[in-house]
């Protein structure tokens, strides 16, 4: 089947042959409409549990067809997502709803469950989210946002040169082409900068390209920016909230991840993805837990 | 009634003859448990509507004590409102539901309400949020943030000398003492700096001390930063989410607005809120849809 370019761009109906499309399928639940059937795949393991980015894909994936069939609102223009408990590799169901229909949004909330040993449902992941069509996207674009400043790809540091105890912890990483900025990898040589902000270049590994819901992917892809601060560990994602800017065309994106307030416990984490036209295509901030001291 | 610090802070049982307790008033509906009647007051329309800020702090109210009884989960640590349809003076209801409870964080739903002329709900925001105790937040502060730089509120142009026009239009402006920075007001004189950022020190008019309710207000309380573009009319709110990192000391607080990027119809809109002590104590950020040419 030829693809037309709405269809590859929406990522509704992608290329089966990729990683992030298997990993973030879900199929509609015969007889229960609004209920999607997924499984989470031990391959986007990061530390504790599956990567934040691929579950809200996932989750968006079911809201673009609950809210997208009929009106054509595919993309997630706005999507924020509460972190409720660590999820696992297996099977996960998502339950969306309608919020409200408008006739250039529309906002749903969604779901994200698993099943504890007795079959009682564990939620993992709360979504809510208003989408429309990109692709629609009129008007000036105004901007003082200026892409980061970095090497090309070929001159920054693979993450397949990561140290192998940081891999064998973050099966995602194999599905990724990250390129760090040599200047954000002081770090895995014990001299964090102290700045806070890691950037570089993704794409995905099978040479997917990138669309909406793969943005939501790249928001949350790079190491934790307290690596950065020389603080390391796990730091679980309390809410994250992303907004898709523009339809990324085709080739690497830049992703910047910074924070600047690091207090009482919590960090924020500001991602900015910018596709290779030199557009801000998401912004994202997601507020975390410190790790702590080990 | 004298009222313990901690009373005060948490905004619950806060002095009845606040102008902004009154206008974010909740009342429990005997016998339907998450169930709060409020009343939308005239006097903080903005625009349109009734302001987003005010809306936020309303249902945040009701989720405080829906999620905070017998936790002590009761300050907002982030919270996402996505605003459905303009609110208007008069009667309204809020719908909390408990999603998820944990140690230090219970997370929430509310649905804010107002009936059609036949009687029929119609939802005008849907908030997801996750509450905690800010008076038990520890850990060491490191932040690069500093505060905005700017003269002192009495060398700053109180909205007080604002164009009538505008007055008129905003409500709530005579509930605020909000001196903006004379660098942030060129466009009340018809030279918007094209940088897309405004600031001032605010607190509230009738010397209501500063909670963390009272700072999902000031995140959404300054002129629209599209005026400092020249971009006059409404910005409506589409998705605000907001992070608050502390409990605010007494005194002025020092609020940040800005964006960077105006494309396809939407901007970003950041704010920071910053208490006397100079602690940043609010993020936050909004997706509003961009004014149309009058």
Known sequence: MTMTPVEQVSGRDAAPDSEFDRGSAVVEREGAPGVYDAELDPGWRIGGG?????????????????????????????ISGYYLSASRPGPAEVHAETVRGGRTLSTGTARLVQRDEDGSPVERLRVLAS??????????????????????????????????????????LHRLDLRLDPASVGWALGEPSGEGRIQGWLRLADGRLPDPLMLLLAVDALPPVTFDLGLFGWTPTIELTAHVRARPVPGWLRVVHSTRNLAGGYLEEDAEVWDESGRLVAQSRQLAAVPRPS
């Open 50 to 78: 599956i990567n934040g980015g691929l579950l809200l894909a996932l989750a968006a994936r079911a809201l673009s067809r609950h809210l997208g069939d009929g009106t054509g609102h595919v993309d997630p223009v706005s």
């Open 131 to 172: 989408y429309g069509d990109l692709a629609a996207a009129e008007g000036e674009v105004r901007t003082s946002a200026a892409p980061p400043l970095m090497p090309p790809p070929d001159q920054c540091i693979s993450t397949e040169h990561a140290p192998p105890q940081f891999l064998a912890q973050a099966d995602l």
